[in-house]
């Protein structure tokens, strides 16, 4: 497609429940990255890849979020046990390269907006 | 302290007038620098890149000051359209470092 993809737009989960979220980044593009938007803030970084290899997991809040992209091109950010303060905007972005990033920054998809009840 | 700082706003300017907002940043080995426009329940994207020597689009000029660490945008002849939240971003190895935004609600 011609830009990030995200599915769902929006997700209502009980707390406790398990949720999937999809990303399908700009083909070609070698970085993706996942970012949590809380209300009124910027976007947090969350974990970054390179192809398929996950560099820095460094800002999942916790051990029950897991990000894969298995093939270098789709990824999926999932959160176990969902918690009210999970409650966010789930941005995903992608580049073509690092270099690039540097120069022109990346691309986001449009989000998906999680509310946990 | 947060590494990208930028007063929230919001900034209520009438249409027509010249509005600035400055960002200010702790990381002095930072890379590259953004400004990205965020409207109401939208992603954010990319307004323009920021250069040491300065650069224009348009209405819109951007500057930096590595020395004191701090990005500005101007905006010129303000639009109703331009009604959105200005995130200063700024590019530390491979992550983007986010301000919280600053809001401009452009009045008629």
């Known amino acids: 497609g011609a830009g990030v993809s995200q599915s769902p737009r929006y997700k209502v989960a009980k707390r406790g429940q398990d949720v999937a979220l999809r990303c399908d980044p700009i083909s070609g593009h070698v970085s993706l990255f996942w970012y949590q938007q809380a209300l009124g803030q910027g976007p947090e970084f969350l974990t970054y890849?390179?192809?398929?290899?996950?560099?820095?997991k460094s800002g999942l809040p916790s051990d029950r979020f897991f990000a894969e992209r298995p093939e270098g091109s789709v990824s999926t950010l999932k959160i176990q046990r969902t918690q009210q303060e999970d409650s966010a905007v789930y941005l995903c972005a992608s580049s073509f390269d690092l270099d690039r990033q540097t120069n022109y920054g990346y691309t986001f998809g449009s989000g998906t907006r999680l509310t946990v009840v | 302290r947060k590494e990208v700082e930028q007063d929230p706003g919001p900034f209520n300017v009438p249409e027509g007038a010249t509005v600035a907002f400055n960002c200010t940043y702790s990381?002095?080995?930072?890379?590259?620098f953004f400004w990205y426009r965020q409207d109401c329940r939208k992603e954010p994207k990319l307004l323009m890149s920021?250069?040491?020597?300065?650069n224009e689009d348009g209405r819109f000029t951007a500057q930096l000051n590595r020395a004191s660490q701090y990005i500005s945008l101007l905006i010129r002849d303000s639009k109703l359209s331009d009604s959105a939240t200005y995130l200063c971003?700024?590019?530390?190895?491979?992550?983007?470092?986010w301000g919280a935004g600053t809001k401009l609600i452009i009045k008629p």
């Open positions: 920021v250069y040491s020597s300065g």
């Open positions: 890849f390179q192809n398929e290899a996950q560099l820095d």
């Open positions: 971003v700024v590019n530390s190895n491979y992550q983007l470092i």
């Open positions: 990381n002095s080995a930072s890379q590259s």
